[in-house]
């Protein structure tokens, strides 16, 4: 039956990174059916859609934030080969032999180019009735940036179940390493306000 369960796991994290939101909105949600009780080890994996270079130094990043909250961590390099990505039988294996009940699992999606359109400073824009008036006259600038989304989800190894997400505001390549620590502070002091996790 954990077999099973921890499969579905991973089957799930396929399908809920084929079909994430749109990286524009930060979004967050706990299953309000989950009664407990929290999660006393998490297993943490880090899935790069472009490599798994950095896998190691940031699973090892995420674990230390988690254990900074009380909660015991591992990081999934430690059971998983990183110089391929993990089948279901490699992560089904891992999570059991870590001894988790809980898996935390993330996922940066491909890097993306984004447009904005914006007002050049001490430019006025002409407002009026006719909203097909004045944008595209001069001031009016376009800029764009590559962006990614971090897709994180708890799962349940017992149940197989996903029973938190959170997806945080894009991130540009250039800032990623540096937002990372700040990203992972976020992700443990959310899943600690949550009740999710043991200790303390």
């Known amino acids: 039956m954990l077999s099973r369960s921890l499969s579905f796991v991973f089957a799930m994290l396929l399908a809920a990174c084929a079909a994430a939101p749109s990286p524009h909105n930060t ?3 706990r299953d309000p059916d989950f009664r407990g009780p929290p999660f006393r080890k998490i297993f943490v994996v880090g899935l790069s859609a472009q490599s798994l270079v950095d896998q190691r130094g940031f699973e090892d ?3 230390s934030a988690l254990q900074s909250t009380g909660v015991s961590a591992v990081p ?3 059971f998983v080969p990183t110089d391929r990505t993990p089948d279901q039988a490699t992560m089904r294996a891992a999570i059991a032999k870590s001894g988790a009940d809980a898996a935390l699992l993330v996922r940066l999606s491909g890097f993306t180019t984004e ?3 914006g ?3 001490g430019v006025v824009v002409p407002a009026g009735p006719d909203m097909y008036v004045g944008w595209y006259e001069p001031g009016i600038v376009s800029a764009s ?3 990614a ?3 994180t989800t708890l799962f349940d190894v017992a149940t197989a179940r996903p029973v938190w997400t959170f997806n945080p505001p894009t991130y540009g390549p250039a800032t990623l390493q540096q937002d990372a620590p700040r990203y992972a502070n976020d992700v443990a ?3 600690r306000s949550s009740g999710l996790l043991a200790g303390h």
């Open 27 to 29: 979004t967050r949600w």
């Open 61 to 63: 990043l995420m674990v």
């Open 76 to 78: 999934g390099w430690q």
């Open 115 to 117: 447009s904005t359109v």
């Open 119 to 121: 007002v050049a400073s």
């Open 145 to 147: 940036y590559q962006a």
């Open 149 to 151: 989304t971090i897709y």
């Open 189 to 191: 002091g959310l899943l």
